[in-house]
C-alpha cells in the first residue's frame, strides 16, 4: 500500500488501476469490520489517486468536504497501517485530523465549510505572494449548504485567485441529493455548459469521468493552467466497486456499523414510531431533514405522509427559517437533525422563532456524548446553550416512555419553542417514578435524604445505581428526574432546597449546565443548600465509544457515588 503521495508520480495507468482495486478491498475489509462512512469514500478512490498525482500535499492545500470521504487520503497520505484502530479511542479519527497529519489541513466533518476556507486560505496565499495550490473536494451533497453559495460569491469575484473546486457529484448526500441545484447538476451531467458557475464568474470543466484516473488527471491540470476559479465537475458512483453498497438504494451503504454489532432498539427508532403516530393524529404536524430523513429517523413518517415532509438539504440554518415560516402558516413543524448541527442555527432559534414566540419542536438526535465520530459530533452544546433562548422548553427523556411522553407534550406547545434531546446509543428499559411533583419525576425517595440528584435524560440509570452505592456507605439519596431541564422547575427548587447537597448530573458542557442554573436560583432565593453541577469539561472531547468517555469523566455510577461522597466531605 501507498505509504507517501510522492510514491504514486512513478505509477503506470495500469499500475494505478490495481492500486484502486486494492484500495477498495481495504476499505471493505476495514469499515466493514470497525465501523465507518464506506459507501462515499468507494466513489472517491481514483478521484483522491488523481488528486494527489496533480497536486503536492501537503504544500498544495486539499480539503475535503465533507471530511467523511477523506479515507482514501489517510491511506495514500500513509494511515493505512492505522486503520485497525478507525474510529476507536485513541485510534484513527474517522474525519481529517490536523493532530494526525500535516496533509489534514481542518478537522472538517460538518459540510459546506470548505469553501470559505478555500476562499480565506486563497487570500492568505496572495498576500503572503505564496504559489501554494488550493483545492477544495465537494461532495455527499455539501454544494446543498448556504455557506457554500457565500463562498462562490467571494471566490467567484476574485479572478486573481486561484481556487479549485472539485465537485465530485454522486448525486447523493445520505439519499438521493435534492432541489434546485441538484436538478442543474443534473442538466450538467449531460450538457456540460452554460451553467450556474460560470455565471457567477468561475471557470467550468465537466463533467469528468470521476473513476477515469488519465480523464481526471487531465482534467485537474487544465483547471491548474487556468489560474483563477475553477469548478471541476466529476461523476462518481457513491459505493463504487462493492455490489452491496451500489445496490443500497437506501443511502449506498454511507455509513456501516462494526461487524458483529447486534442491532437492538434505539432512541432513534423510539422516536421515529411516536412521530409516525403523532402525525396519524394531527394534520398539523409537519417534519423538516436537513438530508438526514433516514438516520434522523423520519423515513417512516416520509413513506406515511409524503406531502408533510420537507428535506432542505444541508441547511440547517434555512431549515429552522424554514420552520419559522411553516409555524406562522398554522403548521407545528418537528425538525429533527443531530445535536451538533443544530448549533449552526442558533441565530435562527433565537431570533427567527423564539423572537416571535412560534411553537416549533426541535428533537435532537445523538445529543451528549456520541462516541466514535469524535470531537464535532458530540453533541454536549445544546443543553448549555439553548437555555438562554427567552420562552424555549428543553426536555431530556430517561427512557423510551419518556420520550414518546415528552415528545407529545411538546408538540402541544403553542407559545414558543420546544426541544426534545437524546443520546446515540440504546434505549434501554423503562424507569419507573414513585411520583410526580410539578413537570419532575422522583424515582427514588429517602425520607431522611441529605443529598439529591438530579438526573438528567438518559444518565438516570446510573444515577440510581450511584444511589444503591453511596446507601450502602450509609448515605441515603433522593434522585429526581426533572424532564424539562429548562426552564428549572419552581417545584425541583423547592424539592432541592429539602436537601443538603444538590448534585445535577448530565452530558452537556459544564457551563451553563443545568446545576449551575439550579444554584443560581437557589442563591436568588435564599437557600443555603450548596447545588453542583457534574458534567463534562468545556474542552472538545476525542473519538471512543460513549461508554468509555462517560467512564472517564466520572459519569458512571461508580465515578457519581465517588463525587458526593467528596462534596459531602468538602461541606463537613
Known sequence: MITDPADLVSRSPSDLAVLAGEIRDFLVDKVSRFGGHLGPNLGAVELTIALHRVFHSPDDVLLFDTGHQAYVHKILTGRAADFDSLRQADGLSGYPSRSESDHDVIENSHASTALSYADGLAKAFSLRESDRRVVAV?????????????????????????????????????????????????????EGSGNLFEDMGLAYIGPVNGHDIPDLEQALRRAVRLNRPVVVHCLTRKGKGYPAAEQDEADRLHAVGPAGAVRKPTWTSVFADEITALGARRDDLVCITAAMAEPAGLAGFAARFPDRIFDVGIAEQHAVTSAAGLAIGGMHPVVAVYSTFLSRAVDQVLLDVALHRLPVTFVLDRAGVTGPDGPSHHGMWDSSILPVVPGLRLASPRDPARLRELLREAVDVHDGPTVVRYPKATAGPDIPAVRRTGHCDVLREAPSAQVLLVAVGSLAAACLEAADELAAHGVPVTVVDPRWIAPVDPSLLKLAGKHRLVVAVEDTTTPGALGGRIAQALAANGSDTCAATFALPPRFLPHASRAEILRAHGLDAAGIATTVLKRLEALS
Request: with cysteine.
Open 138 to 190: 465537494l461532495g455527499d451533497g455539501a454544494l446543498t449548504g448556504g455557506m457554500c453559495w457565500e463562498a462562490l460569491n467571494n471566490i467567484g469575484a476574485a479572478p486573481d485567485r486561484p481556487v479549485v473546486i472539485v465537485l465530485n457529484d454522486n448525486g447523493r448526500s445520505y439519499a438521493p441529493t435534492i432541489g434546485g441545484i441538484a436538478s442543474h447538476l443534473a442538466v450538467l451531467r449531460y
